[in-house]
């Protein structure tokens, strides 16, 4: 069912710090948070300004003999046990040929002992305290291990220390097994409460299937829990599982696209494994992940087509499916060799037509009872290898890292857009302006569907009527989800704006909204330098929240006709009333203003509903009144945020 963790180079440091550097809200906070990159800092930073991280003595790393056991500090230390001979007692797990370490805690913690990274043999570890003379008694442990990261891989050891507390490490292999590994001691945090997907190191990338110039791949995903209490891993018809899915991206000419994905895998039993190097806590059976277990799929596995589901069955937010109406119920089958599976072009991967591209690959698993969505993906580097036709190859040694693709756009000023109810998820924007020289400027958009379940159904640029626009285009790899087309949006540059847009949800032609896990690229040349300004995403399906606005560089605006206007005075009518609020909600809607300045009653520099509900507050119940410029006209005094007055017809 599930394979052993592959080795990766994602370490554990890392990996606990990034579960811990997101903070993912799944209800209420602000609209628009920007980011700039997500941490990677290991948790052990802190400890090594306390301990220095000791190199290895010798061939083997440890000594050989109990009574000149080599000092050991916090950190990752490599060491071997080829040619040890056996020095002290064969414990909870017949240790042979050992080698000895000497470790003082520097902090009164509970500290871990693991031996599991690049292990190439059945590894095992006892602990004994220093007062024990040497050589000590099968009796005198206060840790031993042999196989917590799986049977024939490598021994953790977690105990309570003092500040000062000296232990000795006994290194050897069941049975007197000798090779190679890591030896990691960190301090063992407390995991935060609930369930909490991290995803680990991605290291299987392979391809299944061909039908003509296209191929079907699957992506291992090694599936960790970085929180307190099990992970829900019910198979089929129960709804509570994990579903995983893979995606690849080409970085080239300064643009990020995806050029394919999977659908959804829907998990089906869980292993209790330390991939994370979290200090698995195994539930009783598979049915759940365990507090800081982890769970491998191979890539063959997550290329089961049977088993692969349409994404849109599932709400990215909630994680709420309903087997009964999916496409899985059904049955299915057969399938060609790219039906469901992660599918590529050659054209997408060949390097020959691509000279100087980078690509990346990326796993996401979502899941309803899931804490933290955003290190609940991870991305890769990967090269392809192979030809047009044949057989692709594709090299995955480089470090994974976790959070969405969409931050390996170098440069791209990357904001976080959260439907601001806190009743659905969030999309990432990226943006980017490019000087081509000779007064024209290529502006870039990327928008990455991290778990907005309304999806997004059009976005738009400001843009003056005196700029000058050209070569607009769009991006999106092909979804092939049945009810949805893979249609490009439609671009029309109107009077005041760049909008793109694919089909009204309800209309009888499909659309194709920016569905959960996918990204979509926006892009046009302009001859206005780069500026600030409010981008609007429509959002496509039902939502508290029609239009997100985020402030993001876009064409500067030039010959503003009008700089004078009335605060609250949505209908530019002269005055405020309540057909101001009434049409301010209705262009929330279905428009987009001309003067955002006017509709922003609150002055809070953001256009949302909040504004009518100040105005009607001010009209009916005594509230506050509309901030300067009111009731006359007059510029903005507060001319510091991205909204803009571009056309105002209610000022004399």
């Keep these: 069912m599930q394979g052993a963790p592959p080795a990766g180079t994602m370490s554990a440091g890392s990996s606990r710090a990034l579960s811990r550097a997101t903070s993912h809200r799944k209800a209420g906070g602000t609209v628009i948070r920007g980011i700039s990159a997500f941490a990677n800092v290991p948790i052990l930073s802190a400890l090594l300004a306390l301990a220095p991280l000791h190199s290895p003595l010798g061939a083997q790393g440890g000594t050989d003999a109990c009574t000149a056991a080599a000092p050991i500090g916090v950190g990752v230390t490599p060491y071997s046990t080829v040619g040890a001979t056996t020095d002290g007692p064969q414990a909870c797990a017949q240790i042979g040929s050992d080698i000895w370490y000497l470790f003082t805690a520097p902090a009164a913690a509970t500290w871990r002992f693991r031996l599991c990274a690049n292990t190439n043999y059945d590894a095992a570890l006892a602990i004994y305290p220093v007062a024990v ?14 196989d917590a990261c ?52 991605i290291a299987g990338f392979d391809q299944f299937g061909r039908v003509g110039s296209e ?6 995903s090694r599936t960790c829990n970085a929180g ?5 891993w019910f198979i089929n018809p129960d709804p509570r599982h994990p579903f995983i899915t893979s995606a690849a991206y080409r970085l080239e000419g300064d643009r990020l696209v995806q050029i394919g994905m999977s659908w959804a895998k829907h998990g089906f039993g869980a292993a209790q494994d330390d991939g994370c190097s979290l200090g698995c806590t195994p539930f009783v059976d598979n049915t759940r992940l365990g507090s800081g277990c982890s769970d491998t799929y191979g890539a063959s596995t997550n290329a089961w087509q049977a088993i692969l589901g349409p994404r849109s069955e599932v709400d990215p937010w909630t994680g709420a499916y309903d087997y009964a109406t999916s496409l899985l119920s059904q049955g299915g089958g057969p399938f060609n060799g790219v039906e469901r599976r992660l599918r590529i072009h050659d054209d997408d991967l060949d390097p020959a037509q691509h000279p100087g591209a980078t690509w990346i690959c990326e796993v996401y698993v979502l899941a309803h009872d899931d804490l933290d969505h955003t290190n609940s993906l991870a991305r890769q580097p990967f090269v392809p290898n192979g ?22 756009w ?18 990432y924007l990226a943006a980017k302006a490019i000087d081509l020289g000779g007064g024209l400027w290529r502006y870039e958009y990327a928008i990455q569907n991290l778990d907005l379940g309304a999806g997004i159904g059009s976005f738009s640029v400001p843009v003056s009527g005196s700029v000058a626009v050209s070569g607009i285009g769009f991006h999106a790899a092909a979804q092939f989800e049945p009810g949805f087309d893979d249609q490009p949006w439609s671009s029309t540059r109107l009077s005041d704006r760049v909008l793109w847009q694919t089909d009204a949800a309800g209309t009888a032609t499909p659309q194709n909204p ?17 500026d600030t300004v409010l981008l609007a995403l429509g959002v496509h399906f039902s939502s508290p929240t029609p239009v997100l606005t985020v402030s993001a560089t876009g064409p500067e605006p030039v010959g503003t006709p009008a700089l004078t206007f009335r605060r ?18 209705d262009c929330l809607f279905q428009c987009f203003p001309s003067c955002f300045d006017a509709h922003d009653a609150n002055d809070d520099g953001q256009w949302d509903i909040a504004d009518p509900v100040y105005s009607l507050a001010y009209l009916f119940q005594g509230g506050s009144s509309p901030a300067s410029p009111f009731p006359g006209c007059g510029a903005d005094g507060t001319d510091v945020d991205p909204l803009d007055c571009l056309v105002y017809g209610g000022c004399p």
């Design 133 to 146: 003379p040497c050589p000590p008694g099968s009796g005198d442990t206060i840790g031993c291990n042999d």
């Design 215 to 220: 191929i079907g791949c699957g992506i291992d």
């Design 568 to 585: 609250g005075d949505v209908n530019e009518d002269g005055g405020v009333d309540i057909s101001d609020a009434i049409t301010g909600l």
């Design 387 to 408: 030809v047009p036709g044949g057989a692709w190859d594709f090299d995955t040694s480089a470090a994974s890292t976790v959070g969405a693709a969409i931050f390996s």
């Design 228 to 232: 307190a209490e099990p992970l829900d």
């Design 410 to 427: 170098p440069g791209a000023q990357v904001t976080e857009v959260a439907e601001p109810s806190g009743n659905d998820g969030q999309v």
């Design 514 to 530: 920016l569905r959960w896990g996918a990204l979509y690229n926006f892009w046009f040349t302009a001859d206005a330098p780069p």
């Design 150 to 201: 799986g049977p024939g891989q490598g021994p953790i050891v977690i105990l309570p220390l003092l500040a000062g507390e000296l232990v000795r490490l006994q290194v050897g292999g069941w049975s007197s097994a000798v090779g190679s590994g890591e030896i990691l001691i960190e301090e063992n945090l407390p995991l935060p409460a609930g369930a909490d997907i991290l995803i680990g190191e």
